[in-house]
């Protein structure tokens, strides 16, 4: 497993580490995800500071103890971020490195791609091999034209670059005369060393992908619709637990955040169902 040396810094960070972190946040973007945290770290202290606040009956102890629960949450998920993002960065590497592989070799001469397949997979005598190179997987249909008028020969190999639908799978598997055995390119060695994408193209593809699209905003992350009832359930909680507390005054406070939270979930509804022209625009 590779290790990724993210810099601490956000101005030091550059945009392949932006992407590796969209990716990794499912989309979000870094106003969202300091959202996030900053939410989930007052939530963590609120809890432990109602459940030690029944316990020890002291403000400051309470207050104490939700800043370390706090500190031990700010330390595990890090430790947590640093094993799980690694392994994330590898995996998104080793995908877009795919993608590039299959577009190096759907623009490659088809020519060149049949010799090649035919120098690793040595085909007998009284097999056709047959290459498909487009964008969409090779489907049953496909499969059909091949196979069809070839009864003399004894197999078939196709080759895809993109693959092949399940039911031209399940196809393959039962005729027998031809036989019909489906390949894709990209696990052909020859064909993938030959066309195996440079580390900087992986950069650049990763780059590019997440620059053509604008990352998640915190309102329509943590303010979205289904939202609303958490908040409000928290909110009501918060507010109940408000009135058993010696910190009366500021557990309102944060219970009235909470519901300002789902309120502008309901409104972000509202303005969604009424406005639908501007989530095109």
């Not at 993210?6 to 992407?19: H, I």
């Not at 487009?134 to 008028?149: A, H, I, M, N, Q």
């Not at 196809?171 to 900087?200: C, D, F, M, T």
Request: glycine letters at 6%; a positive charge; charged letters at 25%.
């Amino acid at each position: 497993m590779i290790m990724y040396d993210l810099p601490n810094t956000v101005f030091m960070r550059t945009k392949l580490d932006e992407a590796y972190l969209r990716h990794y946040g499912s989309g979000k973007g870094a106003a969202a995800r300091l959202f996030d945290r900053v939410l989930f770290f007052l939530l963590v202290f609120i809890l432990v500071f109602l459940i030690a606040r029944l316990i020890t009956k002291s403000v400051f102890a309470s207050a104490a103890v939700g800043v370390l629960a706090d500190g031990v949450y700010l330390l595990a998920s890090d430790i947590v971020f640093r094993l799980t993002f690694a392994r994330s960065v590898e995996k998104f590497r080793k995908e877009t490195a795919k993608k590039v592989l299959i577009r190096k070799l759907l623009l490659a001469p088809r020519d060149e791609i049949a010799k090649e397949a035919r120098t690793s997979l040595h085909p007998e005598d009284g097999c056709e091999l047959i290459v498909f190179q487009k964008v969409s997987p090779v489907s049953e249909d496909d499969v059909y034209s091949v196979l069809r008028g070839k009864a003399g020969l004894k197999s078939v190999i196709l080759v895809s670059v993109s693959g092949f639908s399940d039911e031209a799978g399940q196809l393959a598997r039962r005729v027998q005369h031809p036989s019909a055995e489906l390949i894709n390119a990209a696990e052909i060695a020859g064909l993938a060393a030959a066309y195996k994408p440079k580390e900087e193209e992986i950069d650049e593809e990763i780059i590019a992908s997440y620059e053509k699209k604008p990352a998640r905003p915190a309102l329509s992350n943590d303010f979205k619709p289904g939202h609303a009832v958490k908040y409000l359930a928290a909110g009501a909680v918060t507010y109940a637990f408000s009135f058993i507390s010696g910190a009366g005054l500021f557990l309102r406070s944060i219970a009235s955040i909470v519901i300002t939270a789902a309120v502008l979930s309901i409104g972000l509804k509202i303005y969604r169902k009424h406005r639908p022209e501007a989530d095109h625009s």
